[in-house]
């Protein structure tokens, strides 16, 4: 069968609505109100075991002196398989023998206790059943978006989608934002219009571009195509 071509239709790339498509708007609203904050949410070191936290921050330290696990064993006068357990979280650690490690390590204990409840890093999870079905430009076309993380505010770093289309869409829209963004194909084909140039997207495929020239799928050259869009805000 010979892929039908679509007459493509001028929009931009807007801000996503987050009230999903009839029927699920309350499912989505719901979810989105434990999605993250301006920014992903720190993770909550209290969860985790007080002696895998010590482990942590002794195991960080030594990584950071560039010290093997033998040359600290050697400095507290552990063996490299107990040092190795603490590390773990395997061993509860004494206050003797953290002040051994600290001590090997150049710091002082209340350093090492002041590193344990510190968050490491922000951290997001969206289960599959919590990725709200969103509304964007090409949605009224028949395109299905569903954002993979949810930050708020006006200062999101990307916005990462995975994105549905099929035969069936009635035209393609060509989009123009700001930014950087990154494709990649999950299942089917499309050729992708870029300005004036045309590729054609396979499963596996890459395919990174400047958001500012005008852009969109030109046609679906199998019976659906799955991928992967992250635009990235500069």
């Known amino acids: 069968m010979a892929p039908r071509t679509r007459k493509p239709k001028a929009g931009s790339c807007k801000e996503p609505n987050l009230k999903a498509k009839k029927g699920d708007q309350r499912r989505t609203e719901t979810k989105s109100k434990n999605m993250g904050s301006d920014a992903f949410d720190p993770v909550d070191m209290t969860s985790i075991p007080i002696d895998m936290r010590i482990g942590s921050v002794v195991r960080r330290k030594r990584q950071q002196l560039g010290l093997t696990l033998a040359e600290l064993s050697a400095g507290c006068g552990l063996s490299s398989a107990m040092l190795s357990r603490i590390e773990n979280g395997q061993n509860a650690a004494s206050l003797e023998v953290l002040e051994r490690i600290s ?31 969103v509304i964007r430009t090409g949605s009224r076309y028949g395109h299905n978006y569903r954002l993979l993380s949810y930050q708020r505010g006006a200062n999101r770093l990307f916005e990462p989608f995975v994105i549905h289309l099929d035969r069936e869409s009635e035209e393609f829209p060509r989009f123009q934002h ?22 054609l997207l396979e499963p596996g495929d890459a395919f ?22 992250i635009i990235f805000h500069d």
């Open 178 to 199: 700001p930014g950087t963004e990154f494709i990649y194909i999950l299942e089917g084909r499309m050729k992708y219009k870029f300005g004036d140039n045309s590729y």
């Open 103 to 133: 001590g090997a390590l150049g710091v002082k204990l209340s350093f090492l206790m002041s590193e344990i409840d510190k968050p490491q890093g922000m951290a997001q999870l969206l289960k599959a059943g919590e990725q709200p079905e």
């Open 208 to 229: 990174t571009f400047s958001g500012e020239v005008l852009h969109g799928p030109e046609d679906v050259l199998s019976e659906a195509v799955n991928f992967i869009a």
